[in-house]
């Protein structure tokens, strides 16, 4: 980088210094100049073009569902009084509009929730407490039927709600099941260790889809008569599972990074299995591996909109239906960037996260 | 007396002993436990699916496959009708789920090289345009991009207002028309002569090669390869007569005939399987390239090798030793994937037998075999991805 090179001498205008930067990462050669004069055309077209379709073309409202003047200017101009008149049905779902509150209370918790997770003060065993805590709170506020609040059947959620539920029971449940398959993948017995390989590898070798579609139409058929459980926590068993065989592979590679002589001198200590385990092993292996851990997490975040396949009514899903409507038919790419805006808030903070832990994994403590 | 002591020099055979401070016993213990805990798992969510399959009178076994399965395939690549089999419509399925996976790995891991190495790119503006493409395409669910791309295809003007692209080629919501060559059996003869050709210049190579390491020259190859690839083909097609008349897509009506169709559903779950795996893949190159140390560069370089030459023969062989595993995963990911076909009407095998269940009720049998068709192409990609890893692993004494 010349700029580093230069930044010790103050004397160099700034120009000049912008200047020489230019030449460097842009103009440095003939073929680098026609790489950046194409990609600036291009980039510049791109940009023209979505700035006249989302600002400039764009139908922002309209009265009372008439549709006209959005279809007047299809192809050309964004119609973003679909999102005006929708947005609450794509958060929220189907769940009772004055009780609307009640979801997006929901949503702030879950968000806080992570951001507490992700502080590294509050990385101990109280984060436990603090998380059954949230999710009690968050169950009362979803269900109600309590203290005041009224009763909202699990039918009628919908919505941003929806997904942060499979995607935090996922990795909240997966988690643990993910740490002992993944100690039962190394252990010495032979039938456990069968089995958790049988697990993981059944699992990883075929879709989520499948699996989604066994809780969905295979799971009544091995429950007795009269035992029916409702479809989210179908789908929800079916996210765990999935989670879990994953989340064991990353765990496990954490342990396997642990030198051998770590669980020796535990051994040599007389300790015992459970506790040379979880107070020597387990500490340093998921250390090693709490960045792979968030990019796991974000994959299952994404893959929670799958459940769409099965009918359950997450943010995609809710966003689909949302345009189901005959008026706003033909309007399903703005809702689309919009839903896909959402998507990519939750990720992008996650994959930022996952990154900066990478780094300060590498610098020298 | 001697006897006695030398019995107790040899250390004593580790019996078990029934105690909770054994830990043989304790071992043992356990993996009665959990096993007994799994049979009777298993025994019992068996009785209770024969039980619910007989009141609900469903007979169990795969003998409906040989029943009529009147469901229709659009976009078939082997011939279906809606009378033929359910052995037959699952066949169909796969069929294109194979067709939807090899050729989505092939151009996902071309776009995914590209893109990676255009992220290590000198130019600022390129690699950082590659940067926000893998970030953009990384962070948004693959199922929402995919109905993205479909919707944006429907979108596209009808047939007789087709976008051209490119000459020959078709863009509408009928999906992307290309033009391609009509293929007779003859042709076939050609192309085997070609692979013939292919098979003798590898073979030529190594001999080359082979002469190469013992006396230090390199061998010149390439009028051998032309002469076997491409004119052995030629007299072969001229001796046969063989035509070579191109089918070009045409405008019939409402609708394209001629040419090679590719329907909305393919092509809308082609692109977002690519684009998105692309992504991937480009982490996993860039990945692979900065893993291989700078002086690999600046040795091969004071060599007297061009840049060319120093990426592929010494850059790349080390790279592909760290992006190979990875990516083996990468195609295992978009292969199953390639099962979100069910959510835009692409009748893969999930959507096929998931159609086969409904009509039937044989959900076992069905989902079943999904898992079947997956775990049998996710273990032949893994056992040929971990020939090749073998194959350019280094060779150590």
Known sequence: MPLHAQESQPTTSIIKRALSWLRANLFSSVASTLVTLVLVYLIAYAAISLFQWGV????????????????????????????????????????????????????????????????????????????????TVIGWLMWGGALG????????????????????????????????????????????????????????????????????????LFM??????????????????????????????????????????????????WKRTGLIILPQALRHVIPPLV????????????????GIFDLLTAAKAAIIDPAWQSFSIEVYVVVGMIYFLFCFAMSRYSRNLEAAQHQPR | MAVVQQASVRPPPHRMRVSLSDEKFLGL???????????????????????????????????????EAGMPIADSWIAYTPKDTYLRALMAGVANTLRVAVVGIVLATVLGTLIGIARLSKNWLMAKLSAVYVEVLRDLPLLLQLLFWYVLLQGLPPARQAWQPIGGAYLSNRGLMLPTLQFTSAHAWVLLAALFGLVATLLIRRMAL?????????????????????????????????????????LRGFNFSGGLALAPEYFALLTALTTYTAAFIAEIVRAGILAVSKGQWEAGAALGLRRGQVLKKIVMPQALRVIIPPLTSQYLNLTKNSSLAVAIGYQDIVSVANTTLNQTGQAIEAITLIMTVFLTISLSISLFMNWYNARIALVER
């Not at chain 1, 549709?67 to 299809?74: I, L």
């Not at chain 2, 805990?37 to 076994?61: E, M, Y």
């Not at chain 2, 046969?240 to 008349?245: F, I, K, L, P």
Request: glycine letters at 8%; aromatic letters at 12%.
């Open chain 1, 56 to 135: 400039v073309h764009a139908v922002w409202a309209v009265p009372d569902n008439q549709t006209q003047a959005c279809r007047s200017v299809r192809g050309l101009g964004a119609c973003w009084a679909v999102i005006r008149e929708k947005y609450r049905f794509i958060l929220f779902g189907t769940y009772p509009y004055e009780e609307q509150w009640r979801s997006a209370l929901a949503i702030v918790l879950f968000v806080l929730l992570y951001w507490v997770s992700a502080v590294r003060w509050f990385w101990r065993a109280e984060l436990a407490l603090i998380w059954i805590a949230a999710l």
């Open chain 1, 149 to 220: 609040l009224s009763y909202v059947p699990q039918e009628r959620w919908g919505g941003l709600p929806v997904t942060l539920i499979l995607a935090t029971f996922g990795l909240a449940l997966g988690f643990p099941l993910g740490i002992l398959v993944a100690l039962g993948r190394r252990s010495e017995l032979p039938a456990i260790k069968a089995l958790c390989v049988l697990y993981v590898e059944l699992i990883r070798g075929v879709p989520l889809v499948s699996l989604l579609f066994m809780a969905s139409v295979m799971f009544p």
């Open chain 1, 224 to 273: 007795p008569d009269g035992f029916n459980i409702d479809k989210l926590l179908r789908a929800q068993i079916a996210i765990i599972l999935f989670a879990g065989a994953y989340l064991a592979e990353v765990v496990r590679a954490g342990l396997q990074a642990v030198p051998k002589g770590q669980s020796e001198s535990a051994q040599a200590l007389g300790l015992s299995y």
């Open chain 1, 295 to 310: 990019n796991t997490f974000i994959a299952f975040f994404k893959d929670t909109s799958l459940v769409l396949i099965i």
């Open chain 2, 29 to 67: 213990f356990w993996q009665m436990l959990v096993i007994g805990a799994v049979a009777g798992l298993v025994i019992w969510l068996w009785a209770n699916a024969v039980h619910n399959l007989n009141v609900r009178r469903i007979a169990t076994g795969f003998g409906f496959l040989s029943r």
């Open chain 2, 210 to 250: 082979a002469r190469q390491m013992q006396d230090g020259r390199p061998r010149r190859i390439w009028p051998y390869a032309i002469l076997l690839i491409v004119g052995v083909p030629a007299v072969v097609s001229s001796a046969m007569g063989v035509t070579w008349a191109v089918s070009r897509p045409e």
